[in-house]
């Protein structure tokens, strides 16, 4: 296993789900919403302070960066945007399903999956105007339960599918390629360069693939939390973080960010 540091320690991250860095290497953490949704800027440092007021009537999942802004769902059927310098949030787009949960940008939009009362319902496409449309049917999606969703520098998307324990991969033209490419419990999904990492549903830890879904490491690092999503990203250095629970467990506070460096 890589050896980690620890790189933020604050009281402010009370439930991370999700973690992005800027062009500066500032990062930002989604807290889900225990006790409330909000999200934490985290300076090169590892100063954190708040970035948004704190929201009790919404659960931040996951976010994207894109020029001094970020998209953030709310786990319900919008997805805000937060201008970085201010912490002014808006409603970019509201969606006609409920459970806006994984989202990742490619190629000039977003993609966002839904989740209509706890089983998946579909993945849209999301323009830079704020139009949408569906990308995927939930009548033609191959699992039961999806979450979290990246893409790989071709444009292919992998979908983690907690009813099926599955990631699942399709092309960018929204065509499944394999519903299977990684078989296990896993909650959030990071790709750098040309491998796949992995939070495990079950238990706190990340795992190591290939692109071809093979693994490398079972245990790559000792952390990404298992609830609601994970916090694992990337710096412009290529240094990983993720989120590491506290001994309390998922959703009880006291989750740090750690450092691998490279």
Request: charged share 20%; glycine share 10%; with cysteine.
């Amino acid at each position: 296993m890589p050896s980690s540091s620890l790189f933020c320690d604050s009281a402010l991250l009370t439930q991370v789900s999700g973690l992005v860095c800027d062009e500066h290497n500032n990062m930002y953490a989604c807290n889900f919403g225990t006790p409330t949704a909000s999200i934490i800027k985290i300076d090169t440092t590892g100063k954190a302070a708040p970035l948004t007021q704190q929201y009790d009537d919404r659960n931040f999942v996951s976010m994207v960066y894109l020029d001094d802004f970020l998209y953030v769902t709310g786990f319900n059927n919008c997805v805000y945007k937060v201008e970085i310098h201010t912490g002014e949030l808006t409603t970019f787009v509201t969606l006609p399903q409920n459970g806006t949960n994984g989202l990742t940008y490619s190629d000039g939009a977003l993609y966002v999956v839904c989740m209509d009362g706890m089983h998946t319902g579909n993945v849209y496409k999301i323009d830079m105007d704020g139009e949408y449309s569906v990308f995927i049917s939930e009548d033609s999606l191959a699992g039961t339960q999806y979450n979290i969703i990246t893409t790989d520098k071709h444009g292919d998307f992998y979908i983690t599918d907690e009813g099926n324990n599955s990631v699942v991969k399709y092309d960018k033209k929204g065509k499944l390629m394999n519903p299977t490419l990684i078989i296990g419990e896993h909650q959030s999904i990071v790709i750098n360069k040309h491998n796949i990492y992995l939070t495990n549903y079950l238990v706190n830890k990340i795992s190591k693939y290939d692109m071809e879904g093979t693994l490398i490491k079972d245990e790559f690092a000792k952390g990404g939390l298992t609830f609601a999503g994970g916090g694992m990203t990337v710096d412009n250095h290529n240094n990983f973080y993720f989120s590491l629970e506290g001994v309390n467990g998922a959703g009880a506070g006291n989750v740090s960010i750690r450092k691998i460096a490279y």
